[in-house]
């Protein structure tokens, strides 16, 4: 399982200097980790990780080539549990980061729900939840199919992070081979649930993880936020049961996993070195 990094590891740093940064702290592959439609104005700067679904995809593939770093996934987080609006970034741009995976051979695409900004989403019952996260889905999910990619959803709300939630989305979709799961260790944690047991119960599903583990201070927050986005400790530092995902996981023949932290370089080689120590191969 190659161990990469999320390309946000300095603010106020572009693509290319984030993978700059990434290749020189020992690392071969990354996501692309912020995506946008259309133009950007700090990304153009340079002051902002992000890439336009609408470049050229073969661009961006040659940029990760000039770092000799493979490209793990395209993350297209969206907001699912809102209405649809041109500016709220939803179906409308998964389904481009589909073509733009596709085109250079990126094999998963990353989703999620996110939890709802407006009274309406937040309105919602978990019928309805799971029905409009599915309902946006439905037509990214034939998408995938056909360009031979997967959809991947990310625990990162209040659907994502729980077992009841994902599986519900997934019947929905008739258990399409074309959506599976991003399992994030720190995020599932922080929404209440095991990490272990969803690994258990979704491990032919479970295509890529992002790795983090949080400390006791998350502990007032847990049940209430869903996402924590970055982790400012090394693995096995928390109190997440990391090793027991591994132990669940470490055959389950995943090719590529993201380390979600920050801090010192230290930081980041603690952390591989504590997965090789679960049992996790490179």
């Known amino acids: 399982m190659n161990i990469g990094v999320f390309l946000l590891i300095k603010s106020f740093q572009g693509v290319e200097a984030q993978l700059k940064i990434a290749k020189g702290m ?55 549990l809102d209405p649809t609006k041109p500016s709220r970034y939803s179906t409308h741009e998964i389904m481009k980061a589909i073509r733009l995976g596709a085109a250079i051979g990126v094999k998963d695409i990353i989703t999620t729900e996110n939890e709802p900004h407006t009274e309406w989403g937040r309105k919602l019952t978990f019928d309805q939840r799971t029905f409009i996260i599915a309902e946006k889905l439905y037509e990214p999910v034939r998408m995938a199919a056909d360009y031979g990619v997967r959809i991947l959803l990310e625990n990162h709300g209040p659907v994502t992070d729980t077992i009841e939630g994902l599986q519900a989305v997934f019947d929905l979709l008739d258990n399409s081979p074309a959506i599976g799961l991003n399992l994030d260790t720190g995020n599932s944690w922080l929404g209440g649930s095991d990490p272990v047991e969803i690994a258990k119960k979704f ?15 998350w502990l007032p927050k847990r049940g209430k936020q869903f996402g924590a986005g970055f982790s400012p400790i090394a693995m096995g530092d928390g109190i997440i049961d990391i090793k027991g995902v591994c132990d669940v996981l470490k ?7 993201t380390l979600e932290i920050v801090g010192d370089d230290e930081i980041f080689h603690k952390s591989v070195e504590f997965l090789k120590s679960c049992g996790i191969s490179f």
């Open 26 to 80: 020992g690392f071969s592959c990354a996501d692309i980790s912020n995506t946008n439609s259309g133009g950007s104005m700090l990304g153009t700067a340079g002051f902002d990780p992000t890439v336009s679904l609408d470049e050229n995809p073969f661009d961006i593939k040659r940029l990760f080539d000039k770092y000799d770093m493979k490209i793990s996934t395209v993350c297209a987080h969206g907001n699912l």
């Open 203 to 217: 491990k032919d599903k479970i295509h890529h993880i992002h790795w983090k583990d949080l400390g006791e201070d």
């Open 251 to 257: 055959d389950a023949g995943i090719e590529s996993s």
